[in-house]
């Protein structure tokens, strides 16, 4: 079982209805056009054809798996005064005296572009159940670095 916020829940819903509607449907059919132009062991778009069937196949397989196994949080039940799942956080990199936003979000809806990491981020991991105010170290690739926890709120 896996939490994830309504947003993130609609999005993977939205891109499953694509795959099976839209993609799925226009590789059926150029399968059957590359099938009518005769001999299937040289024909080299009906073999690209089935890989991206395949292709397309398994990542629906496995958006029907994260759904099947996913609990959509109610906000209103969660904590705003410590960090966790789906809080918004402010962070100070004290050594290089930087600050950053972040969401906390389920591993499926890590964006670093929209400022959302994943919960099982060693970020994510030392910042929860932390409040404001509080500093924590982590050991990301780079080494070790400090972080002061500006705000939380959901």
């Known amino acids: ?16 209805h694509h795959l099976e509607t839209v993609e799925l449907p226009q ?10 132009k005769g001999d299937l062991s ?9 890989r991206e069937q395949g292709r397309l196949m398994g990542r629906a ?5 994260i759904l099947e196994n996913a609990r959509v949080i109610d906000k209103s039940l969660l ?6 799942l789906l809080s918004k956080v402010r962070i100070t990199n004290i050594g ?3 600050s950053m936003d972040y969401t906390i979000v389920s591993p499926h809806e890590a964006n ?22 509080d500093e924590v170290q982590v050991k990301v690739p780079a080494g070790m670095i400090k972080l002061r926890i500006e705000s939380v709120s959901l």
């Open 1 to 16: 079982m896996e939490y994830m916020s309504q947003e993130g829940f609609d999005k993977i819903a939205e891109e499953l």
């Open 96 to 98: 290089a005296g930087k």
């Open 42 to 50: 040289e024909n080299f778009e009906y073999h690209a054809a089935k």
């Open 61 to 65: 397989r496995f958006l029907q798996k």
């Open 112 to 133: 670093l572009r929209e400022g959302k990491i994943s919960i099982k981020s060693p970020i994510a991991e030392a910042l929860l159940g932390k409040k404001a105010g």
């Open 27 to 36: 590789v059926k059919d150029a399968i059957s056009e590359a099938r009518d």
């Open 79 to 84: 904590k705003s005064d410590c960090v966790g």
